[in-house]
């Protein structure tokens, strides 16, 4: 999904970069089975200009995140 959020915004609007962050909860694990509530993965995609800059994605992810977490 998150590859596919990437792809589409930069077929799209054709930026000189796409950065996605996707952070979704396994519902499965949560309301079944071992019920570990707040499973959660979390998926990035880079294309053009975040893709081959280390310190661009990492910028990234800092400002979506927090410098905290």
Known sequence: LTSQIATAINEILQPKGVAVLLDAEHMCMSLR???KHGASTLTTRFLGSF???PNEQVRF???VRGAHR
């Open 51 to 53: 893709k081959d800059d």
């Open 33 to 35: 089975g071992v019920e």
């Open 61 to 63: 992810i800092t400002s």
